[in-house]
């Protein structure tokens, strides 16, 4: 098995209503919707695969599963940065589609049903204080601001301790707008307010 460590910035919206039931049921209650149709997309600030640099790309899984996420058999795309030259494209693709364990493998084996592989596309993010945007040509698009604490803080409101494949602290957010084309997947939202997060991730295996 290859030795591989990721971390940066984890981005998410979904097509649940604010704020998605799957975070506070484990995930063992329905969505808000007759299904989930979910992208995580991840911002890799530092990462390496047996030698091979990895700083500075990104990726994104995109699934879809039944009413209740933990019933598993989910459909999942992968999306690795087109910037990525033919050892780092290798590499991503093996952690992203699981066959090198962490994270990854665990969904795979786990979660999915029917696997739609892996393509190499562009990835534009961008961030404005609490609010984060990505772009995946002819695949996805969001923008999510943080849910703001009242409390005076200007920052968001934070789950802590959380079941989550990211990690166990995300920040609230909302979206504006969501757009998912890619693998058969296809969905747009604009002006609902629904789910979103944000947090620091650090995967390994």
């Given at each position: 098995?290859?030795?591989?460590?990721?971390?940066?910035?984890?981005?998410?919206?979904?097509?649940?209503?604010?704020?998605?039931?799957?975070?506070?049921?484990?995930?063992?209650?329905?969505?808000?919707?007759?299904?989930?149709?979910?992208?995580?997309?991840?911002?890799?600030?530092?990462?390496?695969?047996?030698?091979?640099r990895l700083?500075?790309?990104?990726?994104?899984?995109?699934?879809?599963?039944?009413?209740?996420?933990?019933?598993?058999?989910?459909?999942?795309?992968?999306?690795?940065?087109?910037?990525?030259?033919?050892?780092?494209?290798?590499?991503?693709?093996?952690?992203?589609?699981?066959?090198?364990?962490?994270t990854p493998?665990?969904?795979?084996?786990?979660?999915?049903?029917?696997?739609?592989?892996?393509?190499?596309?562009?990835?534009?993010?961008?961030?404005?204080?609490?609010?984060?945007?990505?772009?995946?040509?002819?695949?996805?698009?969001?923008?999510?601001?943080?849910?703001?604490?009242?409390?005076?803080?200007?920052?968001?409101?934070?789950?802590?301790?959380?079941?989550?494949?990211?990690?166990?602290?995300?920040?609230?957010?909302?979206?504006?707008?969501?757009?998912?084309?890619?693998?058969?997947?296809?969905?747009?939202?604009?002006?609902?307010?629904?789910?979103?997060?944000?947090?620091?991730?650090?995967?390994?295996?």
């Amino acid at each position: 098995m290859t030795d591989w460590r990721i971390s940066g910035e984890y981005l998410e919206s979904c097509n649940c209503d604010y704020l998605c039931p799957c975070i506070f049921t484990n995930p063992q209650e329905g969505a808000t919707q007759d299904h989930c149709t979910a992208a995580l997309v991840f911002r890799i600030a530092e990462g390496e695969s047996a030698g091979v640099r990895l700083d500075g790309l990104g990726f994104a899984l995109l699934l879809r599963s039944g009413k209740v996420m933990a019933d598993g058999n989910w459909v999942l795309g992968c999306v690795v940065d087109e910037r990525a030259d033919a050892a780092q494209r290798a590499a991503l693709s093996a952690i992203v589609s699981g066959e090198v364990g962490g994270t990854p493998g665990m969904i795979r084996k786990a979660m999915v049903g029917d696997f739609r592989g892996v393509e190499f596309k562009a990835m534009t993010f961008a961030d404005d204080g609490l609010t984060r945007s990505v772009t995946i040509a002819e695949t996805l698009s969001f923008e999510i601001a943080a849910v703001v604490s009242r409390n005076g803080s200007g920052e968001p409101i934070w789950l802590d301790n959380v079941s989550h494949p990211a990690g166990r602290r995300l920040a609230l957010a909302r979206a504006s707008r969501y757009s998912v084309q890619g693998f058969g997947l296809d969905l747009e939202m604009i002006g609902k307010g629904n789910n979103g997060h944000f947090a620091p991730f650090a995967w390994s295996a």
